[in-house]
């Protein structure tokens, strides 16, 4: 195990209470360090090949409490065979969640985020917490963190936000250095996460479920980290009950997804304890891939100098077959605001 602890872009140049001239501290991005560890790789006099897997990374809570700065950061690495299978992780930092997939879903969906309807969808749903100064929220699946900016600097709310993808939260991490907002990052996979009951006045997380095979197990644990009177509240992609087809079952197998339909999403929460209120929002869904579309379409020639015409192709592409699912009724967005009473 490898345990490293950095600061990363100094605010002050002061030591104590001794003022000095200059800095030698030399500082790196988030990037670098998970770069760097990546890359390590050895073998053994029998051949078995290993290196470093990420354990986890994230901001130094207390840091981030008392002085509301995120610049010092710990990460855990542990040592496995090469072969060993860390598959879903890998494929979100290679394919989904790569750094090029990463900064073309944010000219999209906007700066800072990587999810459906971007700033504007985060202002409508966000309204509905009524978040009050010092709650406390954990969003789940959060990206490059620019929900988690928003609900800190408007609602000055504490915000712990995790998600799985190295690449997401080490981003997240370097521009939420100097923010000044009471915000954490931590890339962990939420379904072995555990957290003291009654932790949280919030549970928020968009489109990111649909990653989760157990929900049931990790509704049960929303529920106990919650505090009497907390909310859930989620957006996902769902389907229309019965089976879906062939086009939208490969879709499904190729993201590695879990979707249900409404009312087994609704059974789920219930099951976990929660008293629930659903909403299916698959109108406003396409109506925003369809603003979304018009957007990229205006932006095509700087879009393709900054990545390329296949890039241009794909994201065009997949847009408009959500889109035409969506309006068919096959592919859904759905809304579930669970409160635990």
């Known amino acids: 195990m490898v345990v490293i602890y950095s600061s990363e872009n100094p605010v002050s140049t002061n030591l ?12 790196r991005e988030p990037r670098f360090y998970t770069k760097v560890f990546k890359q390590c790789h050895m073998s053994d006099i029998s051949g078995n090949s290993f290196e470093l897997s990420l354990v986890g990374c994230k901001c130094i809570g207390a840091y981030v409490r ?13 040592k496995v065979r090469s072969h060993d299978d860390r598959g879903f992780q890998k494929f979100l930092d290679r394919v989904e969640y790569s750094e090029k997939s990463i900064l073309r879903y944010e000219r999209v969906y906007g700066h800072g985020f990587i999810s459906t309807g971007g700033l504007e969808t985060t202002k409508e749903l966000v309204a509905k917490l009524e978040l009050k100064p010092g709650q406390k929220v954990l969003d789940v699946g959060c990206g490059v963190g620019g929900g ?28 939420a250095i100097g923010l000044k907002y009471t915000v954490e990052f931590d890339c962990a996979d939420c379904s072995k996460k555990t957290y003291p009951e009654k932790t949280y006045d919030v549970i928020y997380t968009r489109d990111a479920m649909l990653y989760i095979k157990d929900k049931p197990t990790l509704f049960r644990s929303f ?16 389907k229309s009950a019965g089976s879906p087809s062939s086009e939208f079952a490969e879709y499904i197998k190729e993201g590695g997804y879990y979707i249900h339909d409404m009312k087994e ?6 099951n976990a304890g929660f008293d629930v209120i659903v909403e299916d929002r698959t109108d406003q869904f396409v109506k925003t891939l369809q603003q979304e579309l018009i957007t990229l379409e205006s932006q095509k020639d700087d879009f393709i100098s900054d990545f390329s015409n296949d890039d241009y192709d794909e994201i065009v592409e997949r847009w408009k077959a959500k889109q035409i699912r969506g309006e068919r009724g096959e592919q859904k967005w759905g809304l579930f605001i669970a409160k635990k009473i």
């Open 265 to 270: 999403y609704e059974q789920m929460l219930e």
């Open 148 to 175: 988690d900016f928003y609900m800190a600097e408007n609602f000055d709310v504490e915000v712990v936000g995790v998600d799985l993808s190295i690449n997401v939260i080490s981003r997240a991490i370097e521009r």
């Open 223 to 238: 529920f106990k980290w919650l505090k009497p009177g907390g909310q859930l509240l989620i957006t996902d992609y769902c």
């Open 16 to 27: 104590g209470d001794s003022k000095r001239n200059y800095n030698p501290t030399h500082y």
């Open 66 to 78: 008392n002085k509301k700065n995120q610049n010092q950061i710990c990460w855990i690495w542990q």
